[in-house]
């Protein structure tokens, strides 16, 4: 798993990668960029939204999603 600032990747295989972002868009940004593919030749899962948590301080999580080259 990689780490970048707030954010984290972890790839399953060349054509496969799981990112963490404050938002989804983020995380699939981070994940296109780095299986360099555009949208149209991925197939997108969200796993996770991101959630604030109370008052926007406390149990904040990122948003996952799950990125997969089309066949």
Do not use: P, W, Y
């Amino acid at each position: 798993m990689i780490f970048m600032e707030h954010n984290r990747i972890n790839m399953i295989n060349k054509d496969e990668i799981e990112a963490e972002a404050k938002t989804a868009q983020e995380a699939i940004k981070i994940a296109l960029s780095k299986l360099g593919l555009k949208k149209t030749e991925v197939q997108i899962s969200i796993l996770r939204e991101e959630n604030k948590g109370l008052f926007s301080m406390q149990g904040t999580k990122l948003a996952k999603v799950r990125v997969k080259k089309k066949l």
